[in-house]
């Protein structure tokens, strides 16, 4: 995947409160699909579409054991968008304080 294409599908599953809820709970390790799914007020089909987006991004991945599906957290994209962000962040900062210090110069 493109990297700018994988920083929106990184960008776009963060962008959902239950995506996120899911992630903050792989944190803690591998677990099944259904243990994943027990606390959300849903249905099993609707919380397996929120984790194929996540496996879109490469945010998780599954491996099946029998009829069981385990997944687990792949951190590689969320570095690579707090990368982007960093960036971002270092490039603004610079701007806005050449723009603090231009108008301090014309206050003077």
Request: aromatic share 4%.
């Amino acid at each position: 995947m493109l990297a700018v294409a994988a920083l929106d599908a990184t960008m776009l599953a963060l962008a959902d409160p239950t995506r996120r809820a899911i992630l903050s709970r792989l944190t803690t390790g591998e677990a099944r699909v259904t243990e994943i799914a027990a606390p959300f007020a849903m249905s099993l089909n609707a919380v397996s579409k929120h984790i194929r987006m996540l496996e879109r991004a490469d945010l998780v991945s599954r491996r099946r054991a029998g009829r069981e599906h385990y997944l687990s957290l792949n951190p590689r994209p969320l570095d690579a968008a707090a990368d982007w962000i960093e960036q971002q962040r270092t490039f603004w900062n610079h701007r806005l304080d050449a723009l603090e210090r231009a108008l301090a110069e014309d206050q003077d």
